[in-house]
Structures are given as C-alpha cells and as structure tokens.
C-alpha cells in the first residue's frame, strides 16, 4: 500500500504465475483463462473512464455538451465488450465440455455472478440490441433515418445539431452525428428520453461488470487449485 500527496492508495497482490503454471494447464483451461482476464481488463479499464467521465463538471458550455457525448461513446463501447465477453461465457464455458467440470467447481461468489449474468443477459434484450446496432456495428440505413426523423422531433436546444472544428483534429466533433445515435439507442433500450435511456444503461453496466470480474475471479481460483495440486 502506499500513500501519495496524503490520499491512501489501493491495495495490490503480485501474484508470481510463471510459464511453468499456465503449461500445466489444458489448451481449453489455458485459453478460458487468458480470454476471461482480456474481458475483464478491457470492461475495467472502459468503465473507469466511464466513471471518471460522469465525474467531470466542466463550466464551458461546449466542453460540458461534448463531454456527455463522449461519454455516451465509451458507455457503448463497454456494451460492445460486456456482450463479445458474455458469448465467451456461453460458447467456451457454458456450451463446453469444460465447462461440466468447471461450474461445479466455482466459489459461491463467482456461481453467483454467473447465474446473475444469465438472468440480465436473458431478461434483457437492450444490451444486444445496442451491441448490434450502436456499439460494435453501425445501425442499417433504415435505422439511422429512423434515428433522425425522432431527432428531428426533439425540440430541446439547437445546439445539439452542431459540428465543431478545430486546428487540432483530434478536438473536431460532430455533435449532430451523436445527437442522431442517442435517440436510436434511446429507441433500442425502449425510452423516449435520452438522459432516462442514458441512465438505465449506465444502471446495469455497473453490476455487469462487477459480476463479469467475479466470475474471472472464481475461474482463476479453480484454475489455482487444480495447479496447486499438481
């Protein structure tokens, strides 16, 4: 643990895992195991910038518009991961030969998580419905029209049809372009107000994610033990 300009820093475990120790295991273990820690690091590292995004109160008006708007992006791209991770879960534990003997195996936590990743996943079609469309895959032309003509319907600010150029490319940004994707996924998630659509799928990454990182975990610990007995 250390402390940096008087704030407490977090906790972290190095564990020595050595090429010794993933040669022990199964190709079928082996790549479960790297695929699930890949998910799990790549949803981690988009939901922090998701919560470090939603913490940010810019003053600037354009700054304070752009800024929602990005973070709506990396809100969609964390969609587009949780889902490719979930069909890793079905396709290499669930629907497997391995997975017989894992699942059984697991902590109560992690068989917890898994069951509750089965019943968001099961009972909700929004987060497929914005992977498919939004987050991995660009809506059909139909569907972005359809976008457009609900945009064209919302009478908030005109502001939000706004394109924004600077010298520096990479500060260029089409508002309009986003203004239209919100009110499809807004659509897709079944709302008819965008900061209600942004808020509802913002409600279920969090557990999403919690629940995808227990199962790693709970996947880790089975892998452990099974080298530790060898």
Not at 4 to 13: F, H, Y
């Amino acid at each position: 643990r250390r402390v940096n300009d008087g704030l407490q820093m977090i906790d972290v475990l190095r564990m020595g895992f050595t090429k010794a120790d993933f040669l022990k295991m199964t190709p079928e273990e082996r790549g479960l195991f790297l695929l699930l820690g890949h998910a799990s690091n790549q949803v981690n590292v988009l939901w922090k910038l998701v919560i470090a995004a939603t913490n940010r109160e810019p003053t600037d008006p354009v700054d304070e518009r752009v800024s929602a708007a990005q973070t709506q992006i990396l809100a969609r791209l964390t969609i587009g991961v949780l889902w490719e991770a979930w069909r890793l879960v079905e396709t290499r534990l669930l629907s497997s030969k391995l997975g017989k003997d894992i699942v059984p195996a697991l902590d109560a936590v992690a068989g917890k998580a898994l069951e509750d990743l089965k019943k968001r996943f099961g009972a909700s079609g929004m987060i497929a419905a914005v992977r498919n469309s939004y987050a991995f895959h660009h809506p059909t032309t139909d569907e972005i029209e359809a976008a457009f003509q609900s945009a064209l319907k919302d009478e908030s600010e005109p502001e939000n049809w706004s394109l924004y150029f600077s010298r520096a490319l990479l500060n260029c940004y089409f508002f309009a372009s986003d203004f239209v994707i919100a009110h499809g996924i807004t659509k897709a998630v079944g709302e008819t107000d965008i900061l209600k659509a942004h808020e509802k799928l913002l409600k279920e990454l969090a557990p999403l994610s919690n629940e995808l990182s227990e199962l790693t975990f709970g996947y880790a610990a089975v892998m452990f033990k099974k080298i530790c007995r060898q």
